[in-house]
């Protein structure tokens, strides 16, 4: 087809140019270096909301414990608790049940700091408006979600699975009284946004992220509502690796414990960062606040 | 469905004058037609409850943001950026591809064993060491290498590599081993008669006429690399895939139009490009070179030498400084696969592998699951070779440039590339939005995806095509509809059928990353088993997977022989 091979040699020359001119190695993707902190967290939100999150609190930990801090993002859960595994990632930010199983592959591993609002947390059913469902008070209203459509988050979610999961069956809802097959939205947020289009009649998440939408007038409270929010369980919590002490010194552990517990919501640039993560401060946790999530998620089968 | 179809076949072919190959095809047809409506039943076309209504106004959405796509700097930039990371890394899988592909093909050629020890008999040989070494990659999807790779290597760029290079490998060592074996013998059989030792006689006998052949493929092969970098971008690996869930997940959509633009002109120029060179070279269809038919007339490429010569001195050059820019750009580590952290993640996983679950339960649900996924890929490959045969002919150069016919090949073309642009697990995340879990909704996706790359195969055998029948048939007055029907319509099918039944395959092997995003069968089984960090479950899934691939590929080779 081509003439002459000049047409090779352009095509290829420019290929590289191309390639070459317009990118020096990309400066965005953070080299994980020998003696930098890496963090991660679960992507359970917008993405792009969660680099705002973790860069500010990189920066933080940062300047508190005089070591490199570099946040590396995934795309899903199991990824960050495998990154954790594998020693990609020293510290993580794991929701309860990728919590317990991110320990049951690292020994040793210790949660060790939560937010305020963790050790008391819920999840909340939402409805659209149209379905007509109405809010109730005792868990036995969920069979009001027979026969409609609904979607969870993220498969591997506390908040947005698992412990919804557990409450519908608590009250005799399984999957397949559902209308369809449930969906598995991914995140919080996309569980908000279908809810709220009508793609799910209703849904179930983290009452956190709902509370932080509703305040910020995300979401329009004409067209989804809250209608059941469960009892308290623990979630969300830090997760460190037990080998960081060899990397950066005996001591170590104490040091982030000390940097979280220090955040104080009376300084602003502290008070950014307790709200991007909706919550007053942080506190110490252990691992035996989880034992009972444990044996949720092995009464469904999400942990073998 | 058409289980009951290997032997009947066989012995047909094998008990009958070579005439009634007719109806081998008929038996094909009739299998075909009660496979699609078995299918339809499976994938829960006639259950109720299949279109969620309520979410049009995401679709709306999703359709009107292509009006306003995103076009801030920073965006454009990132999207920039994600485009490279996925031609890197394509070029980066294809690189190591080919030479695992190179050694592959050249041990498991026939030709190769034969040159060495003339006397001894092939099955004894270690020829078929080789070849079946090649079997178990070539079946698993580069997904499910991605997931297993960066469970062990961690998060690297090189996982997207070898994810890419092994499969792909195994696949253009099958491919280049045939080519060598097809490729006439009389220099190499002089030169070895001659006393010249076997590797020096294949490089000055063989090789040289196998050359173009093996070129072409491997162009043909960036093509698919391009697609698959994009896939393993969705399942987190980086680039335009990844860049595209993350838009899509946010619920994005004038984002994602950007990324999903950068992706058309990407595979695009791609495609375009690689079609060009195989016609340079002279071998213009994939199937002529996977299929073994003969290559492209001895004169014709003899006629071409000059031209395929220059081709190939300027491919050569463009892989000379594409590869290592790709390798500098996304920067892997290769440490890591001799590092002895990663012996002893591998070490634990496969411990926690074996022995598979094969359980009475779990063997239950994995044939359910089984059945199910054979039914999502027969749907999927009906569909989208019912659609790409009937897109083909408007997506067909046409002979006479009137601004019409123009017209309506752009329009066609455009679409097509549209349809298999976009991987197949964001079809599905699209889909989903309408049309609740479960088989349904990826099978639909697979279709669509291979109904792109379907209609542009069979294009091209239409461009081929001989034209005179309809031509006569026109001059002599045909209405020109019927004209296509009897004339145009015959010349191509078979060709059509035998790019059909070789997509099946890949429609079979795609189903599982549809299942990633949630949309049934058996890969939506090991999502969530992956997710649970069930590892026996996932051996005896992939077991599954594994002999449902091969079952189809034997199928899909005795439909073919049947047509041909």
């Not at chain 2, 066989?10 to 047809?29: I, M, Y």
């Not at chain 2, 490279?84 to 294809?94: D, K, P, R, W």
């Not at chain 2, 792909?168 to 030169?191: H, M, N, Q």
Request: proline share 5%; with cysteine.
């Amino acid at each position: 087809m081509f003439r002459s091979s000049k047409t090779y040699w352009a095509l290829a020359l420019f290929a590289s140019v191309v390639l070459a001119a317009c990118t020096a190695p990309p400066a965005a993707r953070p080299q994980a270096s020998a003696s930098a902190f890496v963090i991660s967290a679960i992507p359970d939100q917008d993405p792009e909301r969660l680099n705002r999150l973790y860069g500010k609190l990189s920066d933080y930990l940062k300047a508190q414990l005089g070591v490199e801090v570099i946040y590396k993002p995934v795309t899903d859960y199991g990824a960050v608790v495998n990154a954790f595994r594998t020693g990609d990632v020293d510290m993580a930010w794991f929701g309860g049940l990728t919590g317990v199983q991110a320990r049951l592959q690292v020994e040793g591993a210790q949660a060790i700091i939560q937010r305020d609002i963790d050790e008391n947390f819920h999840s909340v059913f939402i409805a659209n408006t149209a379905s007509g469902i109405q809010p109730f008070e005792d868990i036995s209203g969920l069979t009001a979600l027979k026969g409609r459509t609904f979607t969870f988050g993220s498969e591997s979610s506390t908040s947005g699975r698992l412990m919804p999961q557990f409450f519908m069956s608590q009250a005799g809802v399984a999957l397949s009284d559902l209308k369809g097959e449930p969906g598995f939205s991914g995140s919080h947020d996309k569980t908000i946004k279908l809810v709220e289009a009508g793609a799910y009649e209703a849904g179930a998440l983290n009452e956190q992220v709902w509370k932080a939408r509703v305040a910020a007038g995300e979401v329009d409270t004409s067209k989804v509502i809250v209608i059941w929010r469960t009892p308290a369980y623990y979630d969300y919590h830090w997760i460190v690796r037990p080998d960081v002490e060899q990397k950066f010194g005996a001591g170590f552990i104490e040091q982030v414990k000390k940097a979280f517990l220090s955040l104080d919501a009376a300084n602003p640039a502290h008070k950014e960062i307790l709200d991007l993560f909706g919550a007053q401060k942080f506190i110490e946790t252990k691992n035996e606040n989880y034992a009972n999530i444990e044996t949720i998620a092995r009464q469904i089968g999400k942990i073998k | 469905m058409s289980s009951s179809l290997g032997t009947p076949l066989v012995t047909l072919q094998a008990t009958l004058p070579w005439r009634s190959v007719l109806n081998g095809a008929r038996l094909v047809a009739f299998a075909a037609l009660l496979a699609f409506v078995w299918s339809a039943v499976q994938v829960g076309l006639f259950r109720g409850d299949l279109v969620n209504a309520g979410g049009w106004a995401l679709v709306q959405q999703f359709f009107a943001a292509a009006l306003r796509p995103e076009l801030s700097t920073d965006f454009l930039l990132l999207t920039l950026e994600a485009t490279l990371v996925t031609f890197a890394y394509a070029i980066g899988g294809l690189a190591l591809s080919l030479v695992i592909g190179s050694l592959g093909g050249l041990l498991s050629s026939e030709v190769w064993w034969q040159a060495r020890r003339p006397k001894a008999r092939l099955l004894s040989s270690p020829w078929l060491i080789a070849r079946g070494a090649l079997v178990v990659p070539r079946a698993i999807h580069e997904a499910i290498w991605g997931l297993f790779l960066v469970r062990i290597l961690g998060l690297d760029p090189l996982v997207a590599i070898l994810a890419l290079g092994i499969p792909f490998g195994a696949i253009t060592a099958k491919v280049f081993s045939e080519i060598l074996d097809e490729t006439p013998r009389d220099a190499l059989r002089a030169l070895l008669n001659s006393g010249v030792p076997p590797a020096r006689a294949m490089l000055y006998g063989l090789l040289p006429r196998a050359l173009p052949n093996l070129i072409s493929y491997s162009f043909y092969r960036l093509e698919c690399a391009i697609r698959s970098a994009t896939v393993l971008g969705v399942i987190g690996a980086g680039g335009l895939g990844y860049q595209i869930l993350l838009s899509l997940q946010s619920l994005r959509y004038q984002e994602m139009w950007t990324l999903m633009a950068a992706l058309l002109v990407l595979s695009g120029l791609t495609d375009w490009l690689s079609a060009r060179i195989r016609q340079a070279l002279g071998a213009p269809t994939r199937l002529e070179l996977n299929a073994g038919a003969d290559c492209a007339s001895e004169a014709a490429a003899r006629a071409r030498a000059t031209s395929g010569s220059r081709t190939l001195l300027g491919l050569l050059a463009a892989a000379l400084v594409l590869t290592p820019l790709a390798f500098w750009y996304v920067q892997p580590d290769p440490s890591r696969l001799f590092a002895p952290h990663t012996t002893m993640l591998l070490g634990d996983m496969l411990r926690q592998m074996f022995p598979p679950d094969l359980s009475p339960a779990n063997a239950l649900t994995l044939l359910n699951l089984a059945a199910q996924t054979l039914a999502m890929s027969v749907f999927a490959i009906a569909l989208a070779g019912l659609f790409g045969i009937l897109l083909a002919y408007p997506a067909a150069r046409p002979a006479r440039h009137t601004r019409r016919a123009m017209f309506t090949y752009g329009i066609a073309r455009a679409f097509l590339l549209f349809c298999r642009a976009i991987p197949a697990p964001v079809w599905a995340l699209l889909i989903l939005f309408i049309i609740f879990p479960g088989p349904l909704p990826g099978a639909l996706a697979i279709g669509v995806h291979n109904l792109g790359i379907l209609g542009r195969l069979i294009a091209e055998a239409v461009e081929n095509a001989d034209k005179r029948p309809v031509r006569a048939l026109q001059h002599a007055g045909v209405p020109s509809a019927q004209a296509f029907l009897y004339g145009g319509l015959p010349m191509t099918l078979p060709q059509s059928l035998a790019y059909i039944f070789y997509r099946w395959e890949n429609c079979m092997r795609e189903t599982v990353i549809i299942g990633f995003v949630g949309a049934g069968g058996l890969g939506r089984l090991l999502t969530e088993q992956l997710s649970s960090f069930d590892y026996s479950g996932v051996t005896a899934t992939l077991i599954m997977l594994l002999i449902l691939t091969f079952a189809v590929d034997v199928l899909s080779n005795t439909a073919r022989r049947a047509i041909r």
